[in-house]
């Protein structure tokens, strides 16, 4: 049988090439792995090797032909008591497919609806389980990491301080007395180099809770959380899952300049593979810490280092959670929506009381507690019935949660809206110390009531 | 050091062969354009693989770069799944959705296959944390390349695996190239192998070309980990045949060097320690060689004749 040698693709943009040198002579035998000849791709000089075995029956073309087609038969190889047969040339395959690039807009949809559980999230004032007694979040945080941690050895918890000194922000208190030093771990400064081992660790099938002492410093270790956390399973055709809770106070703390103050809500919800959680209050933290540690994805758990004093009832049941992707109506209201989350949502509340007074709006103010997967669906149901929305948030305004947001409202009730959308964030710039700067940089009550106004047309 | 039976031999001999041939077949489908993107090969190293498989227990865990292809043969997986993979079909061992660069077998404690230089490392660093953790007595492989020894997260992973004595054992495979930059313009110190020292964590230097050094030396380390002692760290002096990825002609080195480590081919030392011992007849490896190409021939159709994922498989995986 004899086979045919192709002109080789050398690199992924090559479509000819030139034959500068043949090593091989007709009648030479070769074997798998002998050089046969020198290539001029588009980019350089290269040696074919061979990959079947034979002898050179015939040299289809002569040193210093150029031109030559990729996949083109250039020499045979054979057993030479058999008959040459020189056969057709194959048409050149297309490889790559061309991508469209826009995805049919009810595909996507419809793929988000797929990744949202349909539970509605428990509302407080309905929940007949509340404590009597008001904790702090941090303290809401703490309780569900050791009960979490009591039902399931392969729950344990590393990050800067989180063991001996009991957590920079006091989140982990008493986990190490406990659960061991074996199970709530003091790591170096070392961000990139832990967020990877704690990676390792979930596909091989623990479920850490990595504590970053603040979001900031996840930079360090964006890599891992991105290209392997978020992509493993995708990459692995769904082999290898990554079950593991990134948390951590996110965006501003107080006068801590640019480099502590910065809101990466946005930055993670971009990301297939993640799952983004933004709670505000005691009583959804538990709810849904206790969600993300139970979910079998990488989930960025995104807390607020002023909220951790922030005190309330909670639901004590070991097993009360609140599903990740469903936003809850902190007030229902009927002619204009907030939609807000995190640290923003009691100045939503703030700003809603005033309004209610100073201007008689009666603002509906949807907290979102997670951000991705987006819980679209009580965002649209709420512009429907007040036909006005406003976005709350502390990052910056460049694509923003808000402005995903706006997209899908304009896209989706484009008919309902009586005014444009407008977005509150914080200003354009990197935070600044100056208390005084800093006041201007976020989001304030006034802000939020400017904008209410805006899309009210009040002036 | 671990004592090898005629069986050994034949296994390390076709192993080696089998990625050799592999490998060269991949380059033909890349050539046919029926492999995209980028593809690295394994050619010249394969003594490195092979060397560490023969000390490893099945329940190990193995983590490397993209440079995986041997990797996973070595492991014992399938070259068509493995094939069909660099040709982006539903049949290849990630579906199609990872390519030459991200493989991954879960049943066979093979975690990847990982594109980014040196990411792989603190992940290797993890599975040997848990190995630890639910105090089994494996250890993890991680394998990291002469490039990745400049990369920051390579030395914060050394540090916590020396202060929670992980059982991880690096083996650096130092081809002498980190893409078209050698060792020398890129690392200032040529010994890779003592860049734990600072840390406490032993290592040497072992030929690359001879597999019965890799051998030695892997048994030794294997069992210091294995023992609880810490990581140990081999950096394995190879070679590779061929540029850095399929599109690289390797103009940076010079053809001499090239035959030079050709001379002291890792498959070569093999075969003539095997007919050394009389360990098989000429003819038998004869045998062996003709089996290998058909069985990497069939690969290669196989590959070529799978079907490319389904279109609906674009959104699955992204969450569990």
């Given at each position: 049988?004899?086979?045919?040698?192709?002109?080789p693709?050398?690199?992924?943009?090559?479509?000819?090439?030139?034959l500068?040198?043949?090593?091989?002579?007709?009648?030479?035998?070769v074997?798998?792995?002998?050089?046969?000849?020198?290539?001029?791709?588009?980019?350089?000089?290269?040696?074919?090797?061979?990959?079947?075995?034979?002898?050179?029956?015939?040299?289809?073309?002569?040193?210093?032909?150029?031109?030559?087609?990729?996949?083109?038969?250039?020499?045979?190889?054979?057993?030479?008591?058999?008959?040459?047969?020189?056969?057709?040339?194959?048409?050149?395959?297309?490889?790559?497919?061309?991508?469209?690039?826009?995805?049919?807009?009810?595909?996507?949809?419809?793929?988000?609806?797929?990744?949202?559980?349909?539970?509605?999230?428990?509302?407080?004032?309905?929940?007949?389980?509340?404590?009597?007694?008001?904790?702090?979040m941090?303290?809401?945080?703490?309780?569900?990491?050791?009960?979490?941690?009591?039902?399931?050895?392969?729950?344990?918890?590393?990050?800067?301080?989180?063991?001996?000194?009991?957590?920079?922000?006091?989140v982990?208190?008493?986990?190490?007395?406990?659960?061991?030093?074996?199970?709530?771990?003091?790591?170096?400064?070392?961000?990139h180099?832990?967020?990877?081992?704690?990676?390792?660790?979930?596909?091989?099938?623990l479920?850490?809770?990595?504590?970053?002492?603040?979001?900031?410093?996840?930079?360090?270790?964006?890599?891992?959380?991105?290209?392997?956390?978020?992509?493993?399973?995708?990459?692995?055709?769904?082999?290898?899952?990554?079950?593991?809770?990134?948390?951590?106070?996110?965006?501003?703390?107080?006068?801590?300049?640019?480099?502590?103050?910065?809101?990466?809500?946005?930055?993670?919800?971009?990301?297939?593979?993640?799952k983004?959680?933004?709670?505000?209050?005691?009583?959804?933290?538990k709810?849904?810490?206790?969600?993300?540690?139970?979910?079998?994805?990488?989930?960025?758990?995104?807390?607020?280092?002023?909220?951790?004093?922030?005190?309330?009832?909670?639901?004590?049941?070991?097993?009360?959670?609140?599903?990740?992707?469903?936003?809850?109506?902190?007030?229902?209201?009927?002619?204009?929506?907030?939609v807000?989350?995190?640290?923003?949502?009691?100045?939503?509340?703030?700003?809603?009381?005033r309004?209610?007074?100073?201007?008689?709006?009666?603002?509906?103010?949807?907290?979102?507690?997670?951000?991705?997967?987006?819980?679209?669906?009580?965002?649209?149901?709420?512009?429907?019935?007040?036909?006005?929305?406003?976005?709350?948030?502390?990052?910056?305004?460049?694509?923003?949660?808000g402005?995903?947001?706006?997209?899908?409202?304009?896209r989706?009730?484009?008919?309902?809206?009586?005014?444009?959308?407008?977005?509150?964030?914080?200003?354009?710039?990197?935070?600044?110390?100056?208390?005084?700067?800093?006041?201007?940089?976020?989001?304030q009550?006034?802000?939020?009531?400017?904008?209410?106004?805006?899309?009210?047309?009040?002036? | 050091?671990?004592?090898?039976?005629?069986?050994?031999?034949?296994?390390?001999?076709?192993?080696?062969?089998?990625?050799?041939?592999?490998?060269?077949?991949?380059?033909?489908?890349?050539?046919?354009?029926?492999?995209?993107?980028?593809c690295?090969?394994?050619?010249?190293?394969?003594?490195?693989?092979?060397?560490?498989?023969?000390?490893?227990?099945?329940?190990?865990s193995?983590?490397?770069?993209?440079?995986?292809?041997?990797?996973?043969?070595?492991?014992?997986?399938?070259?068509?799944?493995?094939?069909?993979?660099?040709?982006?079909?539903?049949?290849?061992?990630?579906?199609?959705?990872?390519?030459?660069?991200?493989?991954?077998?879960?049943?066979?404690?093979?975690?990847?296959?990982?594109?980014?230089?040196?990411?792989?490392?603190?992940?290797?660093?993890?599975?040997?944390?848990?190995?630890?953790?639910n105090?089994?007595?494996?250890?993890?492989?991680?394998?990291?390349?002469?490039?990745?020894?400049?990369?920051?997260?390579v030395?914060?992973?050394?540090?916590?695996?020396?202060?929670?004595?992980?059982?991880?054992?690096?083996?650096?495979?130092?081809?002498?190239?980190?893409?078209?930059?050698?060792?020398?313009?890129a690392?200032?110190?040529?010994?890779?192998?003592?860049?734990?020292?600072?840390?406490?964590i032993?290592?040497?230097?072992?030929?690359?070309?001879?597999i019965?050094?890799?051998?030695?030396?892997?048994?030794?380390?294997?069992?210091?980990?294995?023992?609880?002692?810490?990581?140990?760290?081999?950096?394995?002096?190879?070679?590779?045949?061929?540029g850095?990825?399929?599109?690289?002609?390797a103009k940076?080195?010079?053809k001499?060097?090239?035959?030079?480590?050709?001379?002291?081919?890792?498959i070569?030392?093999?075969?003539?320690?095997?007919?050394?011992?009389?360990?098989?007849?000429?003819?038998?490896?004869?045998?062996?060689?003709?089996?290998?190409?058909?069985?990497?021939?069939?690969?290669?159709?196989?590959?070529?004749?799978?079907?490319?994922?389904?279109?609906?498989?674009?959104?699955t995986?992204?969450?569990?």
């Amino acid at each position: 049988m004899s086979t045919e040698i192709l002109m080789p693709a050398l690199s992924p943009t090559m479509t000819e090439g030139n034959l500068s040198k043949w090593l091989i002579k007709k009648g030479d035998t070769v074997k798998a792995g002998d050089l046969i000849a020198e290539i001029e791709t588009d980019k350089a000089t290269m040696e074919v090797e061979a990959v079947d075995e034979g002898v050179v029956l015939d040299l289809l073309f002569k040193e210093g032909e150029t031109n030559i087609p990729v996949n083109k038969a250039i020499a045979i190889i054979g057993d030479p008591n058999e008959k040459i047969e020189v056969k057709k040339q194959a048409p050149v395959e297309k490889v790559i497919e061309e991508k469209k690039v826009e995805q049919n807009i009810e595909t996507k949809i419809e793929n988000k609806k797929d990744d949202i559980i349909d539970t509605p999230s428990p509302k407080i004032e309905e929940d007949t389980n509340l404590s009597s007694a008001e904790i702090t979040m941090r303290q809401a945080l703490r309780d569900t990491m050791a009960e979490e941690m009591r039902k399931d050895n392969t729950v344990f918890i590393l990050g800067e301080e989180v063991a001996e000194y009991q957590g920079a922000y006091k989140v982990t208190q008493d986990l190490l007395q406990e659960f061991g030093k074996e199970r709530v771990l003091d790591t170096p400064i070392s961000e990139h180099g832990f967020t990877g081992l704690a990676v390792g660790a979930a596909f091989k099938g623990l479920r850490p809770i990595l504590e970053f002492m603040t979001f900031n410093f996840s930079m360090q270790a964006i890599d891992q959380i991105i290209n392997s956390a978020a992509k493993t399973l995708y990459m692995s055709g769904g082999q290898i899952n990554c079950p593991i809770v990134f948390r951590g106070p996110n965006g501003a703390a107080a006068q801590v300049a640019a480099q502590h103050s910065q809101d990466f809500s946005s930055w993670y919800s971009q990301v297939p593979g993640l799952k983004v959680i933004a709670p505000s209050t005691p009583y959804n933290a538990k709810g849904l810490l206790r969600s993300a540690i139970l979910d079998p994805n990488p989930v960025i758990f995104l807390e607020n280092e002023i909220l951790y004093g922030l005190k309330g009832p909670v639901n004590n049941d070991v097993n009360f959670s609140i599903p990740i992707g469903k936003a809850n109506i902190e007030k229902e209201g009927k002619d204009l929506t907030i939609v807000t989350y995190s640290i923003m949502l009691q100045k939503s509340k703030e700003a809603a009381l005033r309004l209610k007074e100073e201007y008689k709006l009666d603002a509906e103010i949807i907290d979102l507690q997670t951000l991705r997967p987006l819980d679209t669906e009580t965002i649209l149901n709420s512009v429907i019935k007040t036909n006005r929305l406003i976005t709350v948030e502390e990052s910056w305004p460049f694509g923003s949660v808000g402005s995903e947001i706006a997209n899908i409202v304009q896209r989706d009730a484009f008919d309902y809206l009586d005014s444009p959308v407008i977005k509150v964030n914080s200003a354009d710039v990197p935070m600044p110390y100056s208390i005084s700067l800093e006041k201007l940089y976020l989001p304030q009550v006034d802000d939020i009531i400017n904008a209410a106004k805006k899309v009210s047309y009040i002036k | 050091m671990k004592k090898l039976q005629k069986a050994d031999y034949i296994k390390m001999y076709s192993y080696m062969l089998k990625i050799r041939r592999f490998e060269e077949r991949a380059a033909q489908l890349y050539g046919m354009g029926k492999i995209g993107g980028f593809c690295h090969l394994y050619i010249g190293q394969e003594a490195v693989v092979v060397g560490i498989l023969m000390t490893i227990d099945k329940n190990d865990s193995v983590v490397t770069t993209y440079r995986d292809h041997g990797h996973m043969i070595a492991r014992g997986l399938d070259p068509k799944r493995i094939m069909a993979e660099l040709t982006g079909r539903e049949d290849g061992y990630s579906a199609g959705k990872g390519g030459s660069m991200h493989m991954f077998s879960k049943e066979n404690n093979f975690y990847g296959g990982h594109g980014i230089v040196g990411a792989q490392v603190p992940i290797g660093t993890g599975i040997a944390f848990t190995h630890k953790y639910n105090g089994e007595k494996n250890i993890c492989r991680t394998y990291i390349g002469d490039g990745a020894m400049n990369n920051g997260q390579v030395f914060e992973a050394f540090n916590i695996a020396a202060l929670w004595k992980l059982p991880v054992l690096y083996i650096i495979e130092n081809n002498k190239y980190g893409m078209g930059t050698s060792v020398d313009r890129a690392a200032a110190g040529l010994d890779l192998y003592k860049r734990g020292e600072a840390f406490g964590i032993p290592g040497e230097k072992v030929d690359g070309m001879n597999i019965f050094s890799i051998i030695e030396a892997a048994d030794k380390a294997g069992k210091y980990v294995r023992e609880g002692n810490g990581p140990y760290i081999i950096e394995v002096q190879t070679y590779r045949y061929r540029g850095h990825s399929m599109s690289d002609p390797a103009k940076y080195r010079t053809k001499e060097e090239l035959d030079n480590y050709k001379q002291t081919d890792p498959i070569e030392i093999v075969k003539a320690e095997i007919l050394k011992k009389k360990i098989a007849t000429n003819d038998e490896i004869e045998k062996i060689n003709k089996d290998t190409l058909e069985e990497i021939k069939n690969a290669a159709e196989f590959a070529i004749n799978s079907p490319f994922p389904k279109d609906s498989e674009l959104y699955t995986d992204v969450y569990l």
